[in-house]
């Protein structure tokens, strides 16, 4: 089975912090993803890669940075936390080629910023 | 471009009755088509999905979906639901090149009345 796992369930942090959020998936996929779930507007994508170094904006990728130094570790950083990025966080990887294998996801980060 | 439409944000039903969960979708060609259950508190867990032949797919838990290209639906069902099948459940869409471009509904909360 595809393992996707994140590095905290639950996380509470200040206004102005620095915040890293870590993924890490165990089926050697190319494409790992990061996404934002608030109530109502379903998932929205912040960031996503497809190699190793690699990176493409996605929906709403004001505010976060990504960082992508393993194939199999994909982080998300808030450089200054503030009270409107208070989300669910989730990540999820899939293979390359072609579509139809749809994307794993792991169980989110809930993220407070207070 | 692609998009996802989930006309229900909420639906209730009793234990022991019928589900149907509406998605309607928006794209160029046939997409890949996807159902995802997210537990309360969990990431999404993929259900089903379909991007060729039978017209109707079976997936885990007992739910199945039928795709109707002429009314650009793909509605997901279940003949009698269980307690444990309150979640949320989302539709998405994605290309047939690849895993990259997935689009999201916005989601449907479903609660099973004892």
């Known amino acids: 089975d595809v393992k996707v796992t994140q590095s905290s369930r639950y996380l509470v942090k200040r206004t102005g912090e620095k915040v890293f959020l870590e993924c890490v998936q165990d089926?050697?996929?190319?494409?790992m993803f990061w996404y934002r779930q608030d109530p109502g507007l379903g998932l929205r994508l912040i960031y996503f890669?497809?190699?190793?170094?690699?990176?493409e904006k996605g929906d709403i990728p004001e505010g976060y940075s990504v960082s992508r130094e393993k194939k199999e570790r994909f982080s998300l950083i808030l450089e200054s936390a503030s009270t409107n990025q208070t989300s669910m966080y989730l990540c999820?990887?899939?293979?390359?080629?072609?579509?139809?294998?749809?994307?794993?996801f792991g169980p989110g980060t809930r993220l407070t910023v207070l | 471009a692609q998009s996802v439409t989930q006309p229900d944000i909420h639906i209730t039903v009793s234990e022991g009755a019928s589900l149907e969960l509406r998605c309607n979708y928006s794209?160029?060609?046939?997409?890949?088509l996807f159902w995802y259950v997210q537990s309360p508190g969990q990431g999404l867990q993929l259900l089903l999905k379909?991007?060729?032949?039978?017209?109707l797919v079976q997936g885990i838990k007992g739910f199945e979906a039928e795709f109707k290209r002429s009314q650009s639906s793909f509605n997901l069902r279940k003949p009698s639901v269980h307690w444990s099948d309150a979640a949320e459940y989302f539709c998405?869409?994605?290309?047939?090149?690849?895993?990259?471009?997935?689009?999201f509904g916005a989601g449907t909360r479903l609660t099973v009345k004892p």
């Open positions: 794209y160029g060609a046939t997409p890949y």
């Open positions: 999820a990887s899939s293979p390359g080629g072609s579509g139809g294998a749809g994307q794993f």
């Open positions: 890669s497809y190699d190793v170094k690699m990176k």
């Open positions: 089926m050697d996929h190319e494409n």
């Open positions: 998405a869409v994605g290309p047939p090149y690849n895993n990259n471009d997935m689009r």
């Open positions: 379909y991007f060729s032949g039978d017209t």
